[in-house]
């Protein structure tokens, strides 16, 4: 994933960028980069990685140093980002967020017309800021540049393009993720997080369509580019990776998975599956408001059986290897002896995608005492990787645990009931919670339904994507 923050200001805004992209620290641990432009300094870069020490750590001295009155910041999880691009449209910086799934296809493609080259990076990659500044290149100014962009591109691209007199911000064309424009008196900044801008005295302005593309200066918003409303956003901003104070799309994420898990509680009671344990426990730290939710519907006393160390450890999903993440997931879960020995204890967690950290978790609630172990999952069954965003980082679809089994179960033909594996009241969905309580070595398990997410969140559901759990998108 990743995530931008950019201001327009009347006044030096070097201080404001710098901590409004540390507040987007959450949504990746790669690299982080700011650039800046002032009439005095020109265009300044600095690209540090944040892989062992966060955001702030390593640009403090650049934020120091840095000057201009147009800046813009970005963390990212693929490329070494904001780059800066030389074209017809003249010198300016560029960073984006998304996939480009047809990169190398874009690129023979230009290629083959003529594009003398790309900057690449060690990996042998072509760094994806260029590819866009070269596909936006094609057309004759930015707003058709972006247009072309977006339509060439396979996957989601949202992008922040500042050049001399100002910062360009288009969100991605089916509205994957938002782009939020705040106002203060001395100027306009553009995040993805709201709270970002809050934190630094910004009023939210306008959140921009699906499409939409602005120009922001000190003076103003001007929309050089309209919008529409053919939106899909991502719905894992609520279940997962948005943080808990963000707002999108007028949806709070605390409140949206507090909701979630009081109907996954109604859904067990319903049901007659709430099962008879000590405490509900959230795993840290998206999956504990899910959990909240679910303590309060079924009466159940919350606890935290086992405590995050937060100071030194990051978000154990972030190191690009498994095993790091693995061994980064066990070290830091601290337990609490008195609330694991001898008890039964439900566990919510945000999803459930290959299973190996959870295997661990449970594993570790053993060890410690635990009688049973029961686990909800606060969203259905993930059954495709995702191409849009590519946040589960799963190379194929095999790596996720429900398709492992159901192709163990039924091959290749499995593919074609996938609908009655997410189910819980079918045969198939059955054999599928069962075989992965026998796999993670759980007491009883079950998925939020789709129709629970999607009232959780409270938008229509042509609204949402929900690629990952039916395949919609």
């Known amino acids: 994933m990743g995530g931008f923050f950019g201001v327009a200001s009347k006044n030096d805004c070097i201080t404001d960028v710098f901590f409004g992209t540390d507040y987007h620290s959450h949504l990746g641990t790669r690299r982080g980069g700011m650039t800046s432009f002032s009439k005095e300094k020109g265009f300044q870069r600095s690209i540090h990685s944040i892989e062992n020490s966060p955001f702030r750590t390593k640009f403090e001295a650049d934020a120091t140093g840095m000057r201009g009155r147009l800046c813009i910041g970005c963390i990212s999880d693929t490329d070494p980002q904001p780059i800066m691009v030389r074209s017809k449209m003249g010198l300016y910086a560029i960073c984006s967020i998304g996939i480009i799934s047809n990169a190398e296809e874009l690129s023979n493609e230009l290629l083959d017309s003529g594009c003398a080259n790309f900057e690449v ?156 344990v000590d405490y509900v426990c959230g795993i840290p730290d998206s999956g504990v408001p899910h959990a909240i939710g679910y303590a309060n519907r079924s009466g159940i006393p919350f606890a935290r059986p086992f405590i995050k160390y937060t100071p030194t450890w990051p978000r154990s999903f972030t190191p690009t290897s498994q095993a790091m993440r693995n061994m980064v997931a066990k070290m830091k879960m601290v337990p609490v002896h008195e609330l694991i020995e001898g008890k039964k204890l439900l566990f919510v967690d945000d999803s459930i995608v290959r299973g190996t950290q959870m295997r661990e978790t449970v594993e570790f609630l053993y060890e410690n005492g635990a009688k049973e172990v029961h686990m909800r999952s606060a969203c259905p069954p993930i059954m495709y990787g995702c191409k849009f965003l590519n946040f589960t980082r799963s190379k194929s679809e095999m790596e996720l645990i429900a398709r492992q089994i159901i192709d163990e179960f039924e091959g290749i033909e499995g593919v074609k009931y996938i609908h009655e594996y997410s189910d819980s009241s079918t045969a198939r969905g059955k054999r599928l919670r069962d075989e992965i309580c026998k796999r993670l070595k759980l007491t009883s398990l079950e998925f939020q339904t789709l129709p629970g997410t999607i009232e959780a969140i409270g938008l229509p559901a042509d609204k949402l994507c929900t690629y990952c759990w039916n395949g919609i998108g």
């Open 121 to 276: 990076m060690s990996s042998g990659l072509i760094n994806s800021g260029s590819l866009i500044g070269a596909l936006i290149a094609q057309k004759e100014n930015f707003c058709d540049g972006i247009r072309y962009a977006q339509q060439k591109i396979d996957g989601t691209m949202s992008l922040l393009i500042l050049t001399e007199d100002g910062i360009i911000a288009a969100r991605d064309d089916m509205g994957r993720l938002p782009i939020i424009i705040g106002k203060r008196s001395d100027g306009y900044c553009v995040s993805q997080e709201s709270f970002a801008m809050m934190k630094l005295g910004y009023q939210t302005y306008k959140e921009l369509a699906p499409g939409e593309i602005v120009r922001l200066t000190a003076d103003g918003c001007e929309v050089i580019g309209e919008g529409h409303d053919n939106m899909r956003i991502c719905s894992f901003l609520w279940t997962y990776y948005g943080y808990p104070n963000a707002v999108y799309e007028n949806v709070t994420v605390e409140t949206m998975r507090t909701r979630n898990g009081q109907i996954m509680a109604e859904n067990d009671i319903r049901n007659g599956t709430l099962p008879d």
